[in-house]
């Protein structure tokens, strides 16, 4: 029996990057899943993937900026799983825009997507994981949560969504649901392929590598099981040791 033996997982931006790897690893503990995403073809070839391999998962078409899409899809895979247990608000965006650089349509996309997305996907599934006797909701912030950056929108709305969690954690524990933030560093993911920070990034990560998709979804099966079941509210940083400090090269380690 897996951890997550008979509870139904919803990720948003399942289709491809870290969404995927979570959608795959908590299959393998024995979740069913919602793949949900804007990635049509994706996001059902990822289904139609795990149900070949003898696992239960179905593809819901969500923009999730439009809160209308999580009531629908709510509904839906409620329909088709009977309950939702689990909800991983994974779906994000990056403009890459300094303050100067930043039109006021980007920064409302970047808000929409990352910070309404996250607060509609509360709003749909919270009541229906309170029907089933509560749940677990990890929101993927960032660690540009947790300081300033060149990407003003992005910083921004993820120190948002880290103040949503806490928010969400406070409201929803009476009705025994767990919120946690995870605030990733530099992960290789199509969302920055190419992009130039990614090597000298690396290079200063005490660890010695950029972290991938698979390093997310084992903190994310750790904080959707009972393994974490104390724990809510809380931020996790994961990003191979970048933020602890800097490495000075008058102090090599012996
Ligand atoms: N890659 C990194 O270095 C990194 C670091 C910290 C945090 N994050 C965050 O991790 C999360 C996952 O990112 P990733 O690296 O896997 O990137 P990714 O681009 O591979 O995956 C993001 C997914 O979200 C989906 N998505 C985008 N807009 C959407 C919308 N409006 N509605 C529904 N789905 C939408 C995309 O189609 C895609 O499947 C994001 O929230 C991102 O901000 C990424």
New binding site residues.
Partial sequence: MGSLAGRVAFI?????????AEAKLFVREGASVAI????DD?GRALAAEIEQGGGKAMYVH????LEADWIKAAAAVRERFGRIDILVN?????DRQTIMGTSPESWRKVMA??VD?TLFGLRAIAPIMRDGGGGAVVN?????GYSGNSFAA?ATS?WAVRGLTKCAALEFAPWRIRVNAI??????????TGQPYIEPMAKATPLGRA?D?ED?AKLALFLVSDASDYITGQDHIIDGGFTAGLVLPSAPAK
């Fill in positions: 948003s931006g399942g289709a491809r990057g870290m969404g995927a949900a995403d804007i990635l994706r969500v923009d999730v900026s994974n779906a994000g965006i990056n997507v990352n997305g993927i912030a960032s660690t540009a992005y993820k605030c990733p560093g530099l992960v290789l993911s199509e969302l920055n972290g998709v997310i």
